[in-house]
């Protein structure tokens, strides 16, 4: 049995292909001792594929490549044609009907989808992280966050987090209740990177109401008292006075409103 040598030729890391190749050797009972596989990434001029030619020329290797620029694949192609060559284009074609079939031109640009890789782990980094720090649980999360809302009960802290984690933005909530002490990190973060929620007195009332009925529990209950809120509401104030943040009225907003009014606040302030 001869042996296989396959050349790898990509104009990002390559990975692509060599999966690829790797996946077709492995339909067939051959050992790793009578394959080879080589791989030449970033591949940016005709001087790389030159290079190429020659070893897959002396090795009689077979070029596997995934070439996106226009011009590099043109002229490996050219150079596999005149030494009469054995290749695969693996991307070549695909790109070609998606062009016909999308009437779009693509991007011709290496690495794209490893840069849509790294921008899905940060936006479940930043679910995870939504997660792990909602409602004040760890005030460790507090110097880590991009983020910091602060709020009453029933002001949408929890789902607003969740949202600005899929922008990929590290977002941790603290409920504000007059019983309990905000962590003292609180007071000691950047105050341009937290956000106080604010609500009506009544818009909230009527929040808690159908909280309460969600519950199976009567209107009465303290949780909807019209002086519980306003006692919460003034310590909510003393708090937002003493850290000195920016402060966003949600009570007429829907989520994805006062999310993207978030950011454009967050964005604003660290352009200065």
Do not use: W
């Not at 002001?155 to 002490?181: C, D, F, G, W």
């Not at 009225?249 to 993207?260: G, L, S």
């Amino acid at each position: 049995m001869s042996n296989i040598k396959i050349i790898i030729a990509s104009d990002s890391v390559g990975e692509t292909a060599e999966l690829v190749a790797k996946a077709c050797i492995s339909q067939f009972n051959v050992s790793d001792d009578t394959s080879n596989i080589l791989r030449y990434p970033y591949i940016e001029s005709e001087q790389n594929i030159d290079e190429v030619i020659a070893v897959a020329r002396e090795d009689k290797s077979i070029i596997v490549y995934t070439l996106v620029r226009p011009h590099i694949r043109k002229y490996m192609e050219e150079r596999i044609h005149r030494y009469q060559l054995k290749s695969v284009d693996i991307m070549g074609p695909m790109l070609n009907l998606l062009k016909e079939s999308l009437e779009l031109e693509p991007f011709n640009e290496p690495g794209i989808v490893h840069k849509l890789d790294e921008d899905y782990f940060k936006k479940i980094e930043a679910m995870e992280f939504a997660v792990k720090y909602d409602d004040g649980k760890d005030p460790k999360g507090l110097p880590k966050a991009d983020i910091v809302l602060i709020g009453v009960s029933r002001t949408s802290k929890t789902p607003i987090s969740q949202y600005l984690a899929h922008k990929r933005y590290k977002v941790m909530n603290v409920p504000i209740v007059p019983e309990v002490t905000p962590p003292e990190k609180l007071f000691e973060i950047d105050p341009k990177k937290c956000i106080a929620l604010k609500i009506s007195s009544k818009k909230l009332n009527a929040i808690r109401k159908v909280r309460l009925e969600q519950l199976g529990l009567s209107h009465s209950a303290r949780y909807a008292d019209d002086k519980r809120i306003e006692e919460e509401l003034q310590y909510f104030n003393q708090i937002v006075e003493r850290i000195g943040c920016p402060v966003l009225d949600v009570t007429d907003k829907a989520i994805e409103e006062t999310a993207n009014n978030i950011i454009q606040i967050i964005e604003h302030n660290h352009s200065f």
